[in-house]
């Protein structure tokens, strides 16, 4: 998956989902930190649809804990076949486990697994400058540099949809998105500004994040702007 275009990620932590998701979806993103097993399920995937594998940790909105086994299992997702892609967290990779996550990159890379590196500011919306300086190291590091900020107010979208705009016009890769309710309608229209990607749950009871349409409803949104 190069994400030369835009893709719309379909959201679960429970891959026999994955037939609900072909008809609106490019691609599954794993949630790997919400399932059981996540690893048996990957072995035992036959869907169509290829995989982004995202096993977030707990401080950045994440249920897994933030331990070796987490990065390795994420780099041992890349072995599957449909795995695609992985997500791995800025922090991480600028943490105190930065060698784990850097390997795990690296493990991607050899398997030909694109990768994506997020950064998650569940309080606010940092100032412009700040979001383009974040992209900008995530960029170092990935092959799309996702940034998800809580928008307090529409000028805070508005910033972040500029920032969006100018790494694309640089023909930087990026995908964004404002969460809340303030931020909501960033997700139908920031691809209109270049970002790459757009995350919507399976099951709609089930978001992975506040703010998120229904998968159905990102996709008819996002295809009637395009
Ligand atoms: O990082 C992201 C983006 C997201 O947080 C969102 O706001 O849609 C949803 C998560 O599942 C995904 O891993």
């Known amino acids: 998956m190069n994400f030369d275009g835009f893709v719309l990620a379909a959201s679960t932590a429970d891959l026999d989902e994955e037939p609900d998701a072909r008809d609106h979806a490019d691609i599954i993103e794993f949630r790997m930190d919400q399932a059981s097993d996540p690893l048996a399920a990957l072995d035992d995937y036959d869907g ?37 892609a992985i997500d791995v967290e800025l922090a991480a ?30 309080e606010e919306t940092p100032a412009r400058e700040e979001c383009g300086r974040l992209l900008d190291q995530a960029l170092e590091f990935g092959d799309v540099a996702k940034l998800a900020v809580m928008a307090e107010s529409r000028a805070d979208v ?64 996002v295809d009637a702007l395009r």
């Open 48 to 84: 169509d649809l290829p995989i982004l594998a995202t096993n977030r940790v707990e401080w950045e909105g994440g249920d897994a804990p933030d331990d070796e086994d987490r990065l390795v299992a994420l780099a041992a997702a890349t072995e599957h076949p449909a795995v695609e």
């Open 93 to 122: 990779i600028v943490g105190a486990r930065n060698d784990d996550a850097l390997w795990t990159i690296a493990h991607a890379r050899e398997r030909d697994a694109s990768v994506v590196v997020s950064i998650h500011d569940f």
């Open 158 to 221: 508005l910033h972040l949809l500029g920032v969006t705009h100018a790494k694309t016009e640089a023909g930087e890769r990026v995908a964004t998105m404002a969460m809340g309710e303030t931020g909501r309608h960033s997700r139908a229209v920031a691809p209109l500004y270049g970002s790459r990607i757009g995350y919507a749950p399976v099951d709609p009871e089930r978001a992975t994040a506040p703010g998120q349409y229904d998968l159905a409803t990102l996709r008819e949104l």
